[in-house]
């Protein structure tokens, strides 16, 4: 698959995001800045049930704004780790299978969707999933477990 770029406003990023979890065979690491985007959360619970495996890092702020969901992921059983530095933890990337992963500016939230101006990129690389699986396994040793 050719790599691929999305912007918003607009679907085309959620979609983009909804699209790659689905396709997931046996992992997804996320590790996003927030999540609020009830549409991706119950994708990414959807991907956890079939089990495949889902692990989320998240910033330690973020976790608590109204309108987070990574309360809700963690109850249903999707193990999540927030970063422990002072400052915050800003990626946004989702890697799928060791081989696709998808970056860029895109928070997600509603709003990204609707208003901002954000992108996503979508690369079909196995050597660069794996550095951003390392630079997740980094975060997720250092972080807290959220229960």
Same mark, same amino acid.
């Given at each position: 698959? $050719?790599?691929? #770029?999305?912007?918003s406003p +607009?679907?085309?990023?959620l979609? #983009?995001i909804?699209?790659?979890l689905?396709? #997931?065979e046996?992992?997804?690491?996320?590790?996003?800045?927030?999540?609020?985007?009830d549409?991706?959360t119950e994708?990414?619970?959807?991907?956890?049930?079939?089990?495949?495996?889902?692990?989320?890092?998240t910033? &330690?702020?973020?976790?608590?704004d109204? +309108?987070?969901?990574?309360?809700?992921?963690? !109850?249903r059983?999707? $193990?999540?780790?927030?970063?422990?530095?002072e400052h915050?933890m !800003?990626h946004?990337?989702l890697?799928c299978?060791?081989? @696709?992963?998808?970056t +860029?500016s @895109? &928070?997600?939230?509603?709003?990204? /969707?609707f #208003?901002n101006?954000?992108n996503?990129?979508e690369?079909?690389? $196995?050597?660069l999933a794996e550095?951003?699986a /390392? /630079?997740f396994?980094?975060?997720?040793?250092q +972080?807290r477990?959220?229960r």
């Amino acid at each position: 698959m $050719p790599n691929r #770029a999305f912007f918003s406003p +607009g679907t085309d990023c959620l979609e #983009a995001i909804r699209s790659r979890l689905l396709l #997931a065979e046996f992992e997804v690491l996320v590790c996003v800045f927030t999540i609020s985007d009830d549409r991706l959360t119950e994708t990414l619970l959807e991907v956890h049930e079939r089990g495949i495996e889902v692990r989320i890092v998240t910033d &330690n702020d973020k976790v608590f704004d109204k +309108g987070s969901d990574v309360r809700l992921l963690a !109850h249903r059983g999707i $193990p999540i780790v927030v970063d422990r530095s002072e400052h915050h933890m !800003h990626h946004k990337f989702l890697v799928c299978d060791r081989r @696709y992963v998808l970056t +860029g500016s @895109y &928070n997600w939230t509603r709003t990204a /969707e609707f #208003a901002n101006r954000e992108n996503v990129v979508e690369i079909d690389d $196995p050597l660069l999933a794996e550095r951003f699986a /390392e /630079e997740f396994e980094s975060i997720w040793k250092q +972080g807290r477990r959220w229960r």
